[in-house]
């Protein structure tokens, strides 16, 4: 993990479960991004402080029922505002979220695929990216991972088209 601020002050492990949306080919491999705030971060529409964890990292466990746990480990115990977003999704944010404990776990998503540019909406650049990458390969565009932009790709677009983050959950 990147830590800003320090060391942490106790070794608390954090498991994520995140529901990813759609049929990802290989949850094994999900690259992601987890932020931790303050508590108080968050103020309904964006965060107003800066960050003091950022974990930028790839889960180690899938489960068989597609869910991804993410261990986090050397959180210090607080209230935290949390932001995850992977490489083409919609951020989702859990405001107020009690680490405590040796070990502790929460639960987001689905998480919202379809956002190419990562603007944090789901448009027609979006779509742009993926009409120009079809049956090729971008990792923007590839929202089900499967090495292809196809058509799996286009329906998750469409199912979230115009849909914007951050999400909160």
């Given at each position: 993990?990147?830590?800003?601020?320090?060391?942490?002050?106790?070794?608390?492990?954090?498991?994520?479960?995140?529901?990813?949306?759609g049929?990802r080919?290989?949850?094994?491999?999900?690259?992601?991004?987890?932020?931790?705030?303050?508590?108080?971060?968050?103020?309904?529409?964006?965060?107003t402080?800066?960050?003091?964890?950022?974990?930028?990292?790839?889960p180690?466990?899938?489960?068989?029922?597609?869910?991804?746990?993410?261990?986090?480990g050397?959180?210090s115990e607080?209230?935290?505002?949390i932001?995850i977003?992977?490489?083409?999704?919609?951020?989702?944010?859990?405001d107020?979220?009690?680490?405590?404990?040796?070990?502790?776990?929460?639960?987001i998503?689905?998480?919202?695929?379809?956002?190419?540019?990562?603007?944090?909406?789901?448009?027609?650049?979006?779509?742009?990216?993926?009409?120009?990458?079809?049956?090729?390969?971008i990792?923007?565009a590839?929202?089900d991972d499967d090495?292809?932009?196809?058509?799996?790709?286009?329906?998750?677009?469409?199912?979230?088209?115009?849909?914007?983050?951050?999400?909160?959950?």
């Amino acid at each position: 993990p990147s830590l800003i601020g320090g060391p942490c002050s106790t070794d608390t492990t954090v498991t994520v479960n995140i529901n990813p949306e759609g049929n990802r080919a290989d949850l094994s491999n999900y690259p992601a991004t987890a932020i931790f705030y303050a508590d108080g971060s968050w103020d309904g529409s964006q965060f107003t402080t800066a960050p003091l964890y950022t974990f930028n990292d790839t889960p180690v466990f899938t489960t068989a029922t597609g869910q991804v746990n993410w261990v986090i480990g050397d959180v210090s115990e607080a209230i935290y505002d949390i932001s995850i977003r992977d490489e083409h999704s919609l951020e989702s944010v859990r405001d107020g979220e009690d680490i405590s404990g040796t070990a502790d776990s929460f639960t987001i998503g689905p998480i919202t695929e379809g956002d190419a540019d990562l603007d944090n909406s789901v448009g027609g650049t979006d779509f742009t990216i993926l009409r120009n990458n079809w049956l090729g390969f971008i990792n923007g565009a590839d929202f089900d991972d499967d090495g292809t932009v196809g058509g799996t790709d286009f329906t998750l677009l469409r199912n979230n088209w115009l849909n914007s983050g951050p999400l909160v959950q």
